[in-house]
C-alpha cells in the first residue's frame, strides 16, 4: 500500500457530528495541500493508506490501525483555544495539532515524516496559501492561453477561468464558489473545450443528459468589449 493522504478532524461522539464537520471543513484546505504533495512521494506502508489525526478529550491511546487500513492517531483536542480563533488565526492551530500526530505515529509506523514536515514548512512560507492550477492549455486559433485555477482557505474554494494573449491577461473571472471540501467541489468542473468560438468549461459527467456547462464565454463578445471606443 501506499500512503495517500494525512486527514484532521474531532471524535465525532464526543463534540457532536455539525460540530466535527465544521472543524474539518475548516481544517480541509491543509489537508488538501499536503495530499497533493504527499501522492507524489508514492511512500509504500505496511498496511495503511492514511494517516486520520484525531482531535478527543483522552488521547492516552497509542496511533492504531483501523479495520479500514488507515492510522488513526488520538490526539488531546484544545477545544476553548480553537473556539477562541477567527479563521485567519487557524493556521498555525491545524499545524501544530498535524505535526503533533505525525510525529506520535512515526514512533512506531514507518512514514515520509521528514518529507511531509517539509511540505509544512513550505506551506508555512507561502503564506499559508492552498493555490493550484487545474488544467492550461492553449485554444488553437486563437492565440490565447486559457487556465483553471483553484484557490482553497479555511472558509471556502474557488475557481478562476484566465485567458491570456502573449502572457498578458485579457480575462480573468472567479467562476465558480463553494465550500473547502471536495466532495462539494470536485465534480463541478473537468475541462476547457473550444468550440467554435466559445471557451467552455465543463462539469464531470458532461456526457449525461442534461448536464449543462459550468460556464461558456464567447469570444466575439470579449473582443467587442475590449475594441477601441469600448
Not at 97 to 122: C, D, Q, S, W, Y
Not at 154 to 160: I, V
Not at 191 to 207: S, W
Request: proline share 5%; hydrophobic share 40%; charged share 25%.
Amino acid at each position: 500500500m501506499h500512503i495517500r493522504y494525512v486527514s484532521l478532524y474531532i471524535f465525532p461522539e464526543e463534540y457532536g457530528r455539525a460540530y466535527g464537520s465544521s472543524f474539518e471543513l475548516h481544517a480541509r484546505y491543509l489537508c488538501n495541500y499536503l495530499r497533493r504533495r504527499i501522492l507524489g512521494l508514492r511512500f509504500k506502508t505496511k498496511g495503511f493508506g492514511a494517516i486520520l489525526i484525531r482531535g478527543c478529550r483522552t488521547a492516552n491511546d497509542p496511533a492504531y490501525i483501523s479495520s479500514n487500513r488507515n492510522i488513526i492517531v488520538p490526539l488531546p483536542f484544545d477545544q476553548a483555544r480553537y473556539n477562541s480563533l477567527k479563521p485567519g488565526e487557524l493556521h498555525e492551530f491545524f499545524i501544530s495539532m498535524l505535526v503533533e500526530g505525525l510525529h506520535k505515529v512515526a514512533r512506531h509506523h514507518n512514514i515520509p515524516l521528514t518529507e511531509i514536515l517539509g511540505f509544512v514548512e513550505e506551506f508555512r512560507k507561502g503564506g499559508y496559501k492552498n493555490e493550484w492550477v487545474h488544467q492550461s492549455k492553449l485554444l488553437r486559433g486563437t492565440g490565447l492561453r486559457a487556465s483553471l485555477l483553484c484557490a482553497m482557505d479555511s472558509e471556502r474554494f474557488t475557481l478562476r477561468l484566465k485567458l491570456e494573449r502573449k502572457g498578458a491577461p485579457v480575462f480573468d473571472q472567479q467562476i465558480l464558489q463553494d465550500l473547502p471540501s471536495e466532495t462539494c467541489f470536485a465534480h463541478k468542473f473537468k475541462d476547457i473545450v473550444l468550440k467554435g468560438r466559445k471557451v467552455i468549461v465543463t462539469q464531470m459527467f458532461a456526457e449525461l443528459p442534461g448536464k449543462q456547462p459550468l460556464f461558456t464565454l464567447d469570444l466575439n463578445d470579449l473582443e467587442k468589449a475590449d475594441a477601441p471606443g469600448k
